[in-house]
């Protein structure tokens, strides 16, 4: 259990229960999904700033979101505290709709997205996940893991849904809704 704590507090990125008990020297990845949850259960009892949370298709040791404040303060924020309106339009577009096309990227936001798109790159949020059979071969474009952990996501199945952004008008009994005032990227990009 020492053996995976120390690798879990020195990982940089999520690894998967597998790569753990690799390097833990552990019997397999189910033993090391036995040792999180254990792991788990000590940090809760213990009251601890941080615990073991499933992100990006593995795990890593990370502090609880009520600490949040306290974490800005280092000034190592992410990634997406830097990305502006369009490109986070741009990004909730691909992750709802990938593998996407660019010209699909463009149809839906109304605007030359190429020049965004290379900017997620350049982020390591989007990359190209291969070509569409399409008249000139034109490249698809998908999320990557960096971006599953900068939103906190175990994989792409816990993005919001459309109808997360709606709230009921009237009383209880209607099937009547409407936007949320708060707006999102992923609201617009359905």
Same mark, same amino acid.
């Not at 940089?12 to 753990?20: C, T």
């Not at 601890?48 to 306290?70: H, I």
């Not at 149809?107 to 569409?132: F, H, P, T």
């Given at each position: ?5 120390? &690798?879990? =507090? $020195? ?9 753990? *008990?690799? +390097?833990?020297?552990?019997? /397999? ?6 040792? &999180?949850? =254990? ?10 700033? =941080? ?13 609880? !979101?009520?600490?949040? /404040?306290?974490?800005?303060? $280092? ?10 309106? !369009? *490109? ?6 691909? *992750? ?11 149809? &839906? ?10 900017? +997620?790159?350049?982020? /390591? ?14 490249? +698809? ?15 792409? /199945?816990?993005?919001?849904? *459309? ?15 409407? !936007? ?11």
């Amino acid at each position: 259990m020492q053996r995976l704590e120390a &690798i879990l =507090f $020195l990982a940089r990125e999520p690894l998967s229960s597998r790569k753990l *008990a690799q +390097l833990a020297n552990l019997a /397999d990845g189910t033993e090391a999904r036995t040792l &999180i949850r =254990f792991l788990n259960r000590l940090y809760d009892a213990a009251h601890r700033a =941080f615990r073991v949370e499933q992100s990006a298709g593995g795990y890593q040791l990370m502090t609880r !979101p009520k600490f949040a /404040d306290w974490i800005r303060r $280092l000034g190592n924020q992410p990634v997406a505290a830097g990305l502006s309106s !369009p *490109a986070m339009e741009t990004l909730a577009v691909v *992750a709802y709709r990938q593998p996407v096309l660019r010209a699909d990227v463009e149809a &839906i936001r109304g605007v030359n997205c190429g020049e965004m798109l290379r900017q +997620l790159m350049d982020r /390591d949020l989007v990359k190209i996940s291969g070509r569409s059979e399409e008249l000139g071969r034109p490249y +698809l474009y998908s999320t990557t893991r960096a971006f599953l952990r900068m939103f906190g996501l175990r994989n792409l /199945d816990d993005l919001p849904r *459309a109808e997360d952004f709606r709230r009921p008008i009237g009383d209880s009994n209607t099937n009547e809704t409407t !936007p949320c005032t708060e707006s999102t990227a992923e609201g617009r990009a359905e």
